[in-house]
């Protein structure tokens, strides 16, 4: 089901246009060129269109947000979508506050998203209009588990249905749906919630998954998040072996994307077809 | 005197709500993650006071100004201040601008902070009003030493006396002031000046560690200086094994932080009470 | 020819004003260090100026640009020009989008640069006016070759000519050259073109090498680009003896600067005296 996906990256080399927040940018454009891709920041309006337009993908993620930036993240948008690009979404935060809530909906009703990938908490902010969130992190109450699985992939399908989007809910179990089918991942190490960014560098990587694979987007953001939770594992074991603590961690995990083939993903993938 | 600081932060994951500069943003997010707390990063005055009102501390660092997050900075300290949550300022650079000192003044005048954290010539910028600063390190002149600790105790002594913050003067020699008591660390090592953000990262574990004992701020700063201390000399100790140069050294320094406890903290802390 | 270039930095620790890009920012300030600099960011017009009289270069580099950063890099350059400061370009993406042709453009007619750093595309943007950039690296047509080197050699000249400023074009091979000078660097490793920053950090060093040697600019930015090739030769030599991948990497080319002195550099510059 993923065979090529990677080759695809490596060979195509897709140009993302990345509208992100100032936290996690460089860790976002180190695991883009890791991963594959290659990516270009720009957030001013006077070139967002321009931008946008000469790259394969688009990936929007609305932490660290100012009017400026969101009036940008809404005409690239629509330019990809004119241009028929692959358009991600991550709402970091929406919940937290009404400025990112309003925001991801004016985002959803103007732009169309090829994905929109999440924790549980803005997933459903954004499926809700209203939110429960903690921070940027998916309060407990809202976590995917296995007893809410059946629930959790209703949601995610109908979501797919009123957005057109393939949706993505991470958390220590990810669930991707799109309108017909459901994948649930279980890579990942719980270290990954110890460093910022894994949300944020996941997002980039399924957008150049998505932009290099745009006949089977679902499948590529699968294989995205299979690929960054095994890196997380991978990177988890060699902190082990050496000793390390969190921040060696975050350089492992970039490592080991850096050296990911279809091969490795296919060892490591834990990627259960959800049969409803 | 430091018992179950640490482990109070590892429990109670404090929020805190930073507006930082983007040059170190990235690795006060990641030390936040590392000591047990949880970061969340939002500049625009359309959701800072929304944001601050859900965390425990706030964190105001005023490297990379500019008049956009100034009134950012200034609303969401006065919320923080309304809802009695644990303020810090970083006052980074006061002295090497106008913009800098009157911010810093600004800020000072209108928010009442916990703890307000510099190097010293900062930190005197802030008391007169005046500055002698180059760049954002403090100049040899104002360095604390062995021979002018008195007066620097007496003039950190004021300084909390006339703001009402617990006063943290670091650099070879750091010291810990309120209007009763004085602390001096003798912690870290020279290597953490030759990385960017060891006072932005030390700004973001103080504010994390007071939000978290919040019943004893000074004790709460003096921990969280001899632990960041502590992990630079743990941090020199591992590059001097590997054959590392400064760019590991970061990534020891925190590291070490995500490994940081009482028992190591006690094991390895220099303070000194401070007797007048 | 490069003799005692690197001690002068590390004797002098130039300070290095950058008005830099928001996705490599921390990278740049962390190389400054560790070659023998202090960075200070600063990009708000109310106190670039103020900045920059109290440093010893300005470092301009065009990355995610906006309309408040491109007025301040204004106001910084002619201030560094009117005391006589070390002035850098680093025209990323001129080229991709109008806003940073023209924005280079308006750099070059209002403020004299000591030297200008790019890939040949943006270098080629600069002249032409026009551009052919793919997102923020070289397209291939314009990469310099050993075929093409006389033609290059030729170009750089006549525009270190038409702008008074010493020409720095990077790629797998490098040429610096001004109005009767030109070198062929031929250190680095493609390795480096998987990270994001190299050429932000290098502009950076170019800055700080230049700073401490105004006397010899062109050597200076021999120096600094033989150097920076020099660390990633020796980055990429230790992640394969510690199996690493392109995060790792980064680390090591930092590391590696933090050692660089001038006897490291005689003994693996691999600089070419071009005779035309």
Known sequence: MLEGIIQNVRERVPLIHCITNYVTVNDVANILLACGGSPI?????????????????????????????????????????????????????AGASQLRTNTAKSLLEEVKFTVIRGNSSE?????????????????????ITEQNLPQAVEFATKLSESTGSTIAITGAIDLVCDTTQAYVIRNGHPVMSKITGTGCMLTGVIAAYCAANSDRVTEATVA?????????????????ETNGGTSSFRTYLIDAMSKMEDDILKGGAKIEVYTR
């Open 224 to 240: 995205a998040i299979a690929a960054m939770g095994l890196c997380g594992e991978l990177a988890y074991q060699k902190i082990c």
């Open 123 to 143: 997933i459903k902010t954004i499926a809700a209009g209203k939110g429960n969130t903690q921070g940027v992190d998916a309060n407990e109450l809202d976590a």
């Open 41 to 93: 920041m720009a957030d001013d309006q006077q070139e967002v269109e321009e931008i946008t337009s000469i790259c394969a993908g688009l990936d929007i993620n609305i932490g660290t947000l100012n009017s400026r930036t969101i009036s940008s993240m809404l005409l690239a948008g629509k330019q990809a979508n004119r241009l028929g690009h692959i358009t991600v979404l991550d709402p970091v935060g």
